[in-house]
């Protein structure tokens, strides 16, 4: 009877201590998303505040907390359902409602009922590419992305502030319309079916360790010379590299048709003379 009793307490002892891995595995992934949102809502404080940039800079700061969450709970097995629609919330405020204010109170401001429409068509086509990115999200590995990541497009916004608060304290007309335009851009290509590359071929370097680390010191070095140049050209860059790659191969795919055009007009007169001749 004793044995019993000592064996049923074991099984309680090990369950409980299952559960507590359990609940520990799935609490850091969801502390990591906490601070996540926590940025994002210091962003919006300092945009109401008017510290722009101090905003800018807590919206990069939730970026790396993204990053984190996502790299911690897949590496944990700890992913879940409930894990990502608390990261989607949060990604929502950071990403979303986080730089259309900045840019707005910063710069869109002066424009009025036009400028706040802006900001809000940033809100809602983030909130829709966070919805469709649910609802397409599966087990298997992306190749690319459909559309700009919402991350990317919120990284652009506060890269852009950073570079240019410091020439633009309180930008002029044309400037306000030119980030006016800019925001609208932002907003369809989070929505567009633009394909964005997901960096897959950096896995290959993975073999190559000296390598991909040398690859990360240079950049790193890259962008601690000029922080404010280097991380607005790499987000530039990343945003204009999807429409860039869209239109060489529409532009590619053109030119096969009109070869193939040519072949055919080129093959029917040949046709036509030969029976001629006949």
């Not at 700061?61 to 992913?79: P, Q």
């Not at 590359?197 to 000029?226: N, W």
């Amino acid at each position: 009877m004793q044995d019993e009793v000592k064996t049923r307490s074991r099984s309680r002892r090990r369950k409980k201590r299952r559960s507590n891995r359990t609940v520990g595995k799935y609490l850091l992934p969801n502390i990591l998303t906490t601070g996540n949102l926590f940025s994002g809502f210091v962003s919006l404080v300092y945009s109401i505040d008017g510290e722009y940039e101090k905003a800018a800079v807590a919206v990069l700061v939730s970026w790396i907390f993204d990053i984190l969450d996502g790299k911690v709970a897949r590496l944990s097995g700890a992913t879940s359902r409930f894990g990502v629609e608390y990261d989607s919330l949060a990604d929502l405020v950071s990403f979303g409602v986080a730089p259309a204010l900045l840019i707005y109170l910063w710069a869109l401001k002066p424009l009025g009922r036009i400028g706040w429409l802006g900001a809000f068509l940033f809100v809602a086509c983030g909130a829709l590419r966070l919805a469709r990115f649910n609802v397409q999200a599966s087990g298997e590995e992306k190749k690319y992305f459909t559309g700009l990541p919402i991350p990317g497009a919120a990284g652009f916004i506060a890269t852009l502030t950073l570079f240019a608060y410091p020439f633009a304290h309180q930008p002029g007309r044309a400037v306000t319309w030119l980030f006016l335009i800019i925001t609208i851009s932002l907003a369809l290509l989070m929505v567009s079916t633009v394909r964005y590359s997901v960096f897959k071929e950096l896995e290959s370097l993975r073999t190559r360790q000296v390598t991909m680390i040398m690859g990360i010191l240079a950049v790193l070095v890259v962008v601690a010379a000029k922080p404010r140049y280097m991380l607005f050209a790499l987000l530039a860059a990343y945003t204009l590299s999807g429409p860039s790659v869209s239109l060489g191969k529409r532009i590619k795919s053109l030119d096969l048709k009109v070869q193939e055009c040519g072949e055919t007009a080129s093959a029917r007169s040949n046709k036509d003379g030969s029976l001629k001749q006949e």
